[in-house]
């Protein structure tokens, strides 16, 4: 072996060394314990405070409005993604304790004319032309869409 590459062999030794001492003192503690992720970090999130029911809990409550929502086109979007997190108002069961979103930019954050969006997906109305003296609850039923109000 050359003499070069001799004396670069106790520094070769001497970065693995400290490789794994680094690496030894990075890794968390429970890393590896059941996979290759941090297992403590399970226990992290269950500790986190839940905001959010799922829709199943709003219909025990309100099944009028479930039935409605099932049966037209906003069948596929879940009560809190209107109403906003929903945990605390089951808890208080007051309709202070619950967002009721009557803008008409509400509407429009999902049907507002934009050419970025393909309007074959989500229908698109010009916010600036479409019965603009009016609210769009009060001619749209926000749970049916189609079933417009006299
Ligand atoms: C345990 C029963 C219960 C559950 C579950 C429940 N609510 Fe309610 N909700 C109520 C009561 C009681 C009221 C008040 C009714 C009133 O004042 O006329 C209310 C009122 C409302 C109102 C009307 C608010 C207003 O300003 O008029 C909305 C919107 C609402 N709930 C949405 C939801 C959503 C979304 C969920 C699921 C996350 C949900 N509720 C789950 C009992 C419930
Ligand atoms: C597309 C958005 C949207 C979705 C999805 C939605 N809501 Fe609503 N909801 C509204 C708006 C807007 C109002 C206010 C209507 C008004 O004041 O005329 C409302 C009103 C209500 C009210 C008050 C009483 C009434 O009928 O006006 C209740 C209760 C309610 N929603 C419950 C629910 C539940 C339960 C779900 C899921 C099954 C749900 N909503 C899904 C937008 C939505
Ligand atoms: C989270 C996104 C979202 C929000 C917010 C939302 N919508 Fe929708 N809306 C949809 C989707 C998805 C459809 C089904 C696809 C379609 O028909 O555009 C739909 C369909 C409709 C339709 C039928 C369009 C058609 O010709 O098929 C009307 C009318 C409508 N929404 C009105 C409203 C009104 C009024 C509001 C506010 C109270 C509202 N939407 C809020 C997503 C949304
Ligand atoms: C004065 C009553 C009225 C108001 C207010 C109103 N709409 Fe409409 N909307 C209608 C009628 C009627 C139709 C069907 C005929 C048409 O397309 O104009 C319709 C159609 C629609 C359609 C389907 C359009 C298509 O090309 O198929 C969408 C989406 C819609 N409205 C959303 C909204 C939104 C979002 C708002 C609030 C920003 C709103 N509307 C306000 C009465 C209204």
Same mark, same amino acid.
Request: hydrophobic letters at 35%; a negative charge.
């Given at each position: %072996?050359?003499?070069?590459?001799? @004396?670069?062999?106790?520094?070769?030794?001497?970065?693995?060394?400290?490789?794994?001492?680094? @690496?030894?003192?990075?890794?968390?503690?429970?890393?590896? &314990?059941?996979?290759?992720? @941090?297992?403590?970090?399970?226990? !992290?999130?269950?500790?986190?405070?839940?905001?959010?029911?799922?829709?199943?809990?709003?219909? !025990?409550?309100? &099944?009028?409005?479930?039935?409605?929502?099932?049966? !037209?086109?906003?069948?596929?979007?879940?009560?809190?993604?209107?109403?906003?997190?929903?945990?605390?108002?089951? &808890?208080?069961?007051?309709?202070?304790?619950?967002?009721?979103?009557?803008? @008409?930019?509400?509407?429009?954050?999902?049907?507002?004319?934009?050419?970025?969006?393909?309007?074959?997906?989500?229908?698109?109305?010009?916010?600036? !032309?479409?019965?603009?003296?009016?609210?769009?609850? &009060?001619?749209?039923?926000?749970? %049916?869409?189609?079933?417009?109000?006299?």
């Amino acid at each position: %072996m050359p003499p070069q590459l001799k @004396r670069l062999l106790p520094l070769f030794a001497a970065f693995v060394i400290v490789f794994l001492i680094v @690496r030894q003192l990075l890794i968390p503690e429970s890393f590896g &314990e059941h996979g290759h992720y @941090r297992f403590n970090s399970v226990e !992290d999130n269950k500790i986190k405070e839940l905001h959010y029911a799922g829709k199943d809990m709003c219909n !025990d409550c309100h &099944e009028d409005q479930a039935i409605n929502l099932a049966s !037209d086109v906003h069948a596929t979007i879940a009560c809190e993604t209107c109403h906003g997190p929903g945990l605390a108002h089951i &808890e208080l069961e007051t309709a202070t304790s619950i967002i009721k979103p009557t803008d @008409r930019n509400f509407c429009g954050l999902c049907h507002a004319l934009s050419p970025t969006r393909k309007s074959n997906v989500i229908v698109q109305v010009d916010l600036s !032309d479409h019965n603009i003296e009016q609210l769009c609850i &009060e001619c749209h039923n926000p749970h %049916m869409p189609w079933e417009l109000k006299e």
